[in-house]
């Protein structure tokens, strides 16, 4: 039974020292490898690696797409009270995985990242009034997400998109808000209603011009036959005796009577 243990040490160190002498690092992170505590300048891509054991240490850091959203309070231009929530999608490049780790740690979102997101989030805020922030809010995500880059590229970091969440104001503003769509709100029927009046009250002139052409031609009518009416009443049943064409005299009784007699006299 002795002379069995010798071996069995012999294989459960070499076992052991083999399980400390592998690494694998998983897909889509980088190996970052320390000796003694320092820092190689080069990084491990994903897949198997043979290190020293007790002597190298590998840390792998994630370069997928991270998410850290972050809820600040800040003023806004009017000194209105903003409660902001704004998720930023990150990165730590591949290449810059060993100096991000050296310089700033693991813990990098809460070193770098948050405070980052705080600062740009009052930096601009404070540019815009509370209304401006709702009116223009695309545009105060790109300003945001502008700050925030420029800050943390400054440590290898890289800045996929901005997103903001949400933004909370006080209930007096949110009142306030209300107070003012209503009285848009107003003033826009109120226009409406105007125009509208407008146009009926034009609509009624032309149609009283109508039916004062109509009136006044039915009147014009009318006093022609009446005229018509008045001289038939006036006249006695006679007709003329004597009719001129302009040149020549007509003696009507002669011409009713058939008389021979001369019928024409001519005019001088």
């Known amino acids: 039974m002795g002379k069995w243990i010798i071996p069995l040490v012999i294989v459960v160190c070499a076992a052991v020292l083999v399980g400390f002498s592998v690494h694998s690092v998983p897909a889509g992170h980088t190996g970052v490898v320390t000796r003694f505590g320092a820092v190689d300048e080069n990084g491990l891509d994903e897949g198997l690696h043979f290190v020293v054991p007790f002597v190298t240490k590998v840390i792998d850091i994630n370069n997928q797409v991270l998410k850290a959203e972050v809820a600040s309070s800040s003023a806004s231009k009017d000194l209105q009270t903003v409660d902001s929530t704004v998720a930023l999608n990150y990165r730590v490049p591949n290449k810059n995985a060993p100096s991000i780790y050296k310089n700033i740690g693991y813990d990098f979102e809460n070193v770098v990242i948050v405070p980052a997101i705080q600062e740009a989030v009052k930096s601009v805020t404070a540019q815009y009034t509370a209304e401006e922030l709702i009116t223009s809010r695309q545009t105060v995500g790109e300003e945001m997400k502008q700050a925030i880059t420029e800050k943390i590229a400054a440590y290898g970091f890289s800045t996929e998109s901005l997103n903001i969440v949400d933004f909370q104001f006080s209930e007096e503003f949110n009142a306030a808000i209300e107070a003012k769509q209503t009285a848009q709100q107003n003033a826009l029927k109120a226009e409406q209603d105007l125009a509208r009046i407008k146009i009926e009250a034009e609509q ?27 001289m038939i009443d006036k006249w006695d049943g ?5 009719v001129s064409d302009g040149g020549n ?6 011409i009713l009577t058939g ?10």
Request: aromatic residues 4%; glycine residues 2%.
């Open 259 to 268: 008389s021979n007699s001369s019928s024409a006299v001519q005019g001088e």
């Open 249 to 254: 005299l007509f003696d009507l009784d002669s």
């Open 204 to 230: 009624k002139v032309a149609q009283a011009e109508a039916e004062a052409e109509s009136y006044r031609l039915k009147s014009q009518e009318l006093t022609e036959e009446l005229i018509k009416m008045a």
């Open 238 to 242: 006679q007709l003329p005796k004597v």
